[in-house]
């Protein structure tokens, strides 16, 4: 993407004024079905475009009953060009029917018109376009390489211990790997649900147990910082370099390497386990040491004994698909 000179993070930060209208029993509901999450789903995501020959890029986070945070980027979105230090935020509500972005010296209006977002000037000059976009994986769908170990392909779930599937053929979460590993490279893909009004750790929460000891984060961290216990981060351990968390409902992609702790005769660690992780085709840890175990997985300690994959159960309809494994 061209990188232009120039500065209107104002034209989106502060008060987002979106009408939408959640029903009553609604509230507090985990949405698993695009066509049933209510008109803040549709609002929200991502845009990007000119405003004034510079390039922005937008995501709007539903917080239920209308309301909406806004994170704002110059040059892009995060993984394509954004400038992730000068993230600017704002907040807003519900009003009269019309969807609009306000800048807070009133002189710029940003009003959702067809999938994109219309910004124009205090006398109604036109500024410029953000068109609403649907990023995908570059690695979705990807299939398994000759060689791999395929743990789940939609047909059952006898590849885990605990393995259970929804309606639609998705493994649900809860549920260990048979198959242990030391060394391998591993795809897998999984869909946080729709929660407006749920925040922080309640939102869209499960796990990816590596060797059932090392946790990558599963939550709908769309719209945050990208910190260790979000969407990417090894617990306790490390921050995911940028948050490639999507919407919610979105399809994403973990493609990890990873290299197992080293262990000498006596049973004493010589070398700390390695992951490499992309998360949506963007790499987020490359090559990073894990020096100890995270909580919560079913192995409470390293050793040199092989592990299994573990997907925690968080009490909230995460959803996983296409996971295959290759040994190194």
């Known amino acids: 993407m ?27 509901k985990a949405f698993t079905d695009p066509a049933k999450a209510g008109p803040d789903f549709k609002v929200q995501g991502e845009y990007l475009g ?18 909406f945070e806004v994170v704002v980027f110059p040059q892009g979105l995060p993984g394509a060009d954004a400038i992730m230090w000068d993230r600017m935020t704002g907040e ?3 009003k009269d029917g019309v969807t609009k972005f306000n800048s807070a010296d009133g002189q710029v209006t940003a009003t959702v018109k067809d999938n994109a977002l219309v910004v124009t000037g205090a006398g109604g000059e036109k500024l410029g376009t953000l068109k609403k976009v649907e990023r995908k994986s570059p690695t979705l769908g990807e299939k398994p390489p000759k060689g791999a170990v395929v743990l ?33 490279t591993m795809h897998l893909e999984f869909r946080t649900p729709f929660m407006p009004e749920a925040r922080g750790q309640g939102r869209g929460n499960s796990g990816v147990y590596l060797q059932g000891r090392y946790e990558v984060q599963v939550l709908d961290s769309f719209g945050l910082e990208g910190r260790d216990n979000e969407c990417g981060g090894i617990y306790q351990i490390a921050a995911p370099k940028v948050n490639m968390c999507l919407p919610p409902l979105s399809w994403q992609t973990y493609d990890i390497d990873f290299t197992a702790a080293k262990f000498d005769d006596k049973g004493k660690k010589t070398a700390d386990a ?17 020096p ?4 919560g997985g079913p192995l409470g300690s390293e050793s040199a004994e092989p592990g299994p994959l573990f997907l925690q159960n968080h009490g909230n309809p995460v959803n996983f698909r296409n996971i295959w494994v290759v040994e190194k």
């Open 2 to 28: 061209m990188r232009l000179q120039g500065s209107l993070l104002a034209v989106l930060l502060v008060f987002v004024s979106v009408t939408v209208a959640v029903a009553s029993d609604s509230h507090g």
């Open 50 to 67: 000119e405003v004034n020959g510079s390039v922005y890029g937008v995501q709007a986070v539903a917080q239920g009953d209308g309301r």
């Open 92 to 94: 807003g509500q519900t």
């Open 152 to 184: 789940f392909d939609g047909k059952n779930a006898d590849q885990f211990e605990g393995g259970q599937m929804t309606e639609c053929g998705l493994l649900k979460v809860g549920c260990v790997s048979k198959k242990k590993s030391k060394d391998f």
């Open 274 to 290: 390695k992951v490499t992780v992309k998360q949506n085709g963007v790499v987020i840890h490359d090559n990073l040491a894990l």
């Open 292 to 295: 100890h175990v995270t909580p």
